[in-house]
């Protein structure tokens, strides 16, 4: 079944464009905006942040496989573990939080907003490790609040960066995580300053997608579909 007509899309594609969905980022300013970071004298070891769902999908052998190597290495950080947990006994996860247990600031899914907003604020580095991925709203709510993100190269990832990023914040195999994460904490001070995570994120924010939408509505309404729609 999914391998029928295949000779329509391509006339589906040309009279088709991808809107990104609209984030609710203002509610992540609630309280103050960057006054949440503690100065990073109070922090020496960089803040890892894990916020997406804890299923396979979303890599979490790899992030704590990462993680492990890290300590190995001798590599410093502290940890924050949140995002929906599907399954709060997965294999995973139990394992990871009692041997993570010392370099962990949080652990567990965040109810209310406002400790979902400090949490964030608080994270240096925001780690993704997914296989499948339609966007990606927990990745733009870390930038938003000022994480650096390290990605890999693929599904929406690549898309959601401008390409001068890429080479700092998407990394190509799983393999090479560990890695790449290591270099990030190593010259963190360096980096954040060149990055405008927050601006990036920014783009994503109902304020301003929604008039995109008013706009491609109004535009297939009229029976136009140009290719400026492209967002």
Not at 67 to 87: K, N, P, Q, S, Y
Not at 185 to 213: K, T
């Amino acid at each position: 079944h999914d391998h029928r007509e295949l000779d329509l899309i391509d006339a589906i594609a040309s009279k088709s464009v991808v809107l990104y969905p609209g984030v609710d980022l203002a509610r992540l300013d609630e309280g103050g905006s960057g006054a949440d970071r503690p100065a990073s004298e109070a922090q020496p070891a960089p803040v890892l942040l894990w916020n997406s769902r804890w299923e396979y999908d979303k890599g979490p052998e790899t992030f704590f496989g990462a993680l492990r190597e890290l300590e190995a290495r001798g590599v410093d950080f502290r940890l924050i573990v949140a995002g929906e947990a599907i399954d709060p006994q997965a294999p995973a996860f139990a394992a990871a939080r009692a041997e993570f247990a010392p370099r962990t600031v949080h652990w567990g899914y965040v109810p209310d907003l406002e400790s979902y907003r400090r949490l964030l604020h608080q994270a240096d580095i925001v780690v993704s490790a997914a296989i499948q991925e339609f966007f990606g709203i927990a990745v733009i709510e870390a930038m938003y609040c000022g994480c650096v993100p390290l990605l890999p190269r693929r599904l929406s990832y690549p898309e959601l960066l401008p390409a001068d990023y890429h080479p700092v914040c998407l990394y190509e195999t799983d393999a090479d995580l560990a890695d790449r994460l290591a270099d990030l904490i190593a010259n963190l001070g360096q980096i954040r300053p060149r990055l405008a995570v927050r601006d990036v994120a920014a783009q994503y924010d109902w304020a301003r997608m929604a008039a995109r939408y008013d706009a491609a509505f109004e535009r297939v309404a009229a029976g136009e579909v140009p290719d400026d729609m492209v967002q």
